[in-house]
């Protein structure tokens, strides 16, 4: 499989690495230094694109490669009220689109372990609940995307919670998401149900960017024989 990176800071380092170990080839690496190499000419030398850069560039660059015929996976967050767009042009151009707010197999399966508990507690309202988390102080967004999910996700299943905020509040209907800036940390999300008896929680703690990286490589090795738009749910089969 050949590979066009775009995106080549930490993540993007780690991607090539763990792409190369499985025998992958990266024939196309677009930073900020180059950016003008990203083009049609160049990038349809790679099988499958994996994107991740930041908020304010992932968009253009999912359309981009969208537009040039190129399948992309992307792991950019803080871009999502352009979702609706992405997907649309996808589909019209019967293109593949996988995104995931995080690659990590252990978030995914963390995010249904989530949905399951979400569904046990939303039967026992004296217990309340707070959502954390904790990344490097490079991160650009806050709260996480990561964060958001589980958030949704939760509100989807907990019927006293209307909307989620980042900050600290005493309103019954808010899930506070609480987002810390700590250096090295790679990604840490807590969910904590409390009452005044006792707490049951849930944490998932990344020890690196590997898992990340690694999930990343699996669904571009899932989207080069796919067409449509996709999340790690289908990669996985959950």
């Not at 995931?100 to 309202?125: C, D, R, T």
């Not at 650009?140 to 589980?150: C, E, F, W, Y």
């Not at 909307?163 to 807590?190: A, F, M, Q």
Request: charged share 25%; glycine share 6%; net charge negative.
């Amino acid at each position: 499989m050949k590979i066009a990176l775009i995106g080549y800071g930490k993540m993007g380092k780690v991607i090539e690495e763990i792409a190369v170990e499985k025998g992958h080839e990266i024939v196309l690496k677009i930073d900020i230094n180059n950016a003008d190499e990203f083009n049609q000419a160049n990038i349809s030398k790679a099988d499958v694109a994996i994107e991740f850069t930041g908020p304010h560039s992932a968009f253009d660059n999912v359309m981009k490669c969208l537009q040039f015929k190129i399948p992309v996976v992307c792991g950019s967050t803080g871009w999502l009220e352009k979702w609706n767009e992405a997907k649309e042009t996808c589909e019209k151009n019967n293109g593949t689109l996988v995104y995931s707010s995080n690659y990590s197999i252990g978030v995914n399966l963390f995010f249904e372990l989530n949905i399951y508990l979400a569904k046990l507690m939303n039967k026992h309202p004296d217990y309340d609940l707070t959502l954390k988390e904790i990344h490097h102080t490079q991160k650009k967004d806050a709260p996480s995307g990561t964060a958001i999910t589980l958030a949704e996700q939760v509100l989807a299943h907990i019927n006293t919670k209307k909307i989620w905020v980042n900050h600290p509040s005493d309103n019954k209907e808010e899930l506070e998401i609480v987002s810390e800036r700590i250096d090295p940390v790679p990604g840490t999300h807590s969910i904590k149900y409390h009452s005044s008896i006792d707490d049951i929680e849930i944490i998932h703690t990344a020890h690196n960017r590997k898992g990340f990286a690694g999930g990343a490589v699996l669904a571009a090795e899932f989207a080069i024989s796919r067409k449509g738009v996709f999340s790690m749910k289908e990669v996985l089969g959950l």
